[in-house]
């Protein structure tokens, strides 16, 4: 998926190019650690140097007669050696190298991805202060519920990313570890202190123990981290979607010159690009249940989770990155209508005022159960009957009996209900 949205760094991140750069970063720094330990020649290591290099469509044209990509890669980079290319992969096997090199690739996405998430967090909080006092009405159920203000719906957003920002933090820490420990993991054929200096080399930590491979819960977690960034996103374009409803209509996806809604309609003005949140979220999810799924291989290491890791890795850093821009993209340009929500927040005739007028009557003496038939009472003639809830209750002798009709009038100040607005951002930092 490419389009402007789809942040060139993080592609090159996944490209043949910089997968084969992370494999020989591994290769020579393996080395460095070899003529280190005198076991090859400072010459050999100049050599090397000097002579490593690779092309991706050789390394290909080679696979197509080894069917194995890292001896394919091996051979490539030899071929521009000589004969010091001996001492190359020496004592290694291919996961060594690829593990090590993916670690780095996954490592390099999450800071990405992070930027990402903290340029959404700061479009959010900007949202969050622009709109805190605007009074807009809160649903249960799809229902109207009570009063809030439509800053509250972005401070939710923001904590919630502040959360997903712990958790990439964490996965990225999960995964920067590296392995040379060598074909079953017991360092029968390279010594510890070589991965020890490899990886920190690297930036990576060694894994303390490990198989053939490095164990597949940390791509898991990786993945999975991902995965629930994705759902809070399509959670975040949910809001949007419904609030664009047409019979709703308080805020709405920006809508471009030229842009069209329908092939068919030329009114229409569709959620599309949060819909596409969405779709891709599901995609995210099902890449983090394949990720768990190649947690068990058969005892030290078998194939079954390269292939599928060539795909949902990549991808989901891909996608992830492109859901990041765009929501962010979408929240800086939200189209928002304050004069809508003042209105949904008297379509119900004053009915969401109703917990105000049942802890009233209870402050008056009446049990609770007393006061919730009373005032549901009152409620449902409100429905049935279009009137205003304040006239009902006035209107009403056995509200009377407990509240004056100043004490009901008082039930329905908006004020009441976002007076702890404040408090609630002072615990965001906001």
Not at 7 to 13: D, E, F, Q, S, T
Not at 114 to 123: F, G, H, S, T, V
Not at 375 to 402: H, P, S
Request: contains cysteine.
């Amino acid at each position: 998926m490419i389009d402007r949205y789809t942040l060139p760094r993080m592609g090159k991140i996944w490209d043949d190019q910089n997968r084969f750069q992370k494999m020989l970063d591994v290769e020579i720094a393996a080395c460095e650690a070899f003529a280190k330990k005198g076991l090859m020649p400072r010459g050999a290591l100049s050599d090397i140097k000097r002579g490593a290099r690779f092309n991706v469509d050789k390394i290909k044209e080679i696979e197509e007669q080894t069917k194995h990509d890292v001896i394919a890669f091996i051979k490539n980079i030899s071929e521009n050696v000589g004969e010091s290319a001996k001492y190359i992969h020496m004592g290694l096997t291919s996961s060594d190298v690829l593990d090590t090199g993916l670690s780095l690739q996954m490592r390099d996405a999450s800071d990405l991805l992070l930027e990402d998430l903290k340029r959404l967090q700061i479009a959010l909080a900007r949202k969050a202060k622009k709109y805190k006092n605007t009074a807009c009405v809160g649903r249960t159920h799809g229902v109207h519920a009570e009063p809030m203000t439509f800053g509250l719906k972005f401070a939710l957003f923001y904590a919630e990313t502040q959360r997903n920002i712990v958790r990439m933090k964490s996965a990225r820490e999960v995964i920067s570890y590296g392995k040379l420990s060598g074909a079953v993991g017991t360092f029968a054929n390279v010594d510890p202190s070589v991965e020890e200096y490899v990886c920190r080399k690297l930036r990576l930590n060694p894994a303390p123990v490990s198989t053939q491979v490095l164990q597949r819960d940390r791509h898991a977690q990786f993945l999975t981290t991902i995965a629930i960034i994705g759902s809070s996103l399509e959670k975040f374009a949910t809001e949007i979607r419904g609030l664009q409803k047409t019979e709703v209509r308080e805020a709405e996806e920006p809508f471009s010159e030229g842009q069209k809604g329908s092939s068919a309609m030329p009114h229409k003005r569709n959620p599309v690009t949060c819909e596409r949140i969405a779709g891709l979220a599901r995609v995210l999810r099902g890449n983090a249940h394949a990720s768990m799924e190649n947690i068990a291989l058969w005892h030290e290491r078998d194939i079954s989770h390269s292939s599928v890791e060539r795909v949902i890795i990549p991808d989901s850093c891909i996608l992830l990155d492109y859901m990041l821009n765009i929501f962010t993209d979408v929240v800086m340009h939200l189209l928002v209508y304050p004069e809508n929500m003042l209105e949904n927040l008297n379509r119900t005739k004053g009915l969401i005022f109703s917990q105000r007028v049942l802890l009233a009557l209870i402050g008056k003496g009446l049990s609770r159960l007393e006061a919730y038939d009373l005032v549901q009472r009152c409620a449902m003639m409100v429905w049935r009957e279009n009137v205003d809830f304040k006239a009902v209750l006035t209107g009403d002798i056995d509200v009377a009996k407990y509240l004056t009709a100043e004490e009901v009038g008082a039930c329905f100040d908006l004020g009441y209900y976002t007076r702890n607005v404040e408090r609630i951002y002072k615990r965001l930092g906001l």
